[in-house]
């Protein structure tokens, strides 16, 4: 893990095209601008989490129906 330190205003490049900026610091919160390419998925912690329990439950359910649908053909 990179740790760097960071004011507001002060902007951290991740590849060519993403850009971090420092916001604003204010009661302990950090305020974060990031710019990159709409094809990114930018999401905090806790919406990838949920996105990808939804994905696993999704493909599991899939694959169920899958399995039962080519059972009964077998």
Known sequence: MLVLNRKPGERVVIGDNIVVTVLEIRSGHVKLGIECPQHVAVHREEVHRR????????????????????????
């Open 51 to 74: 996105i990808h329990v939804a994905q696993s439950t999704d493909h599991r359910h899939t694959q169920r129906n899958e399995s039962s649908y080519f059972a009964e053909f077998a």
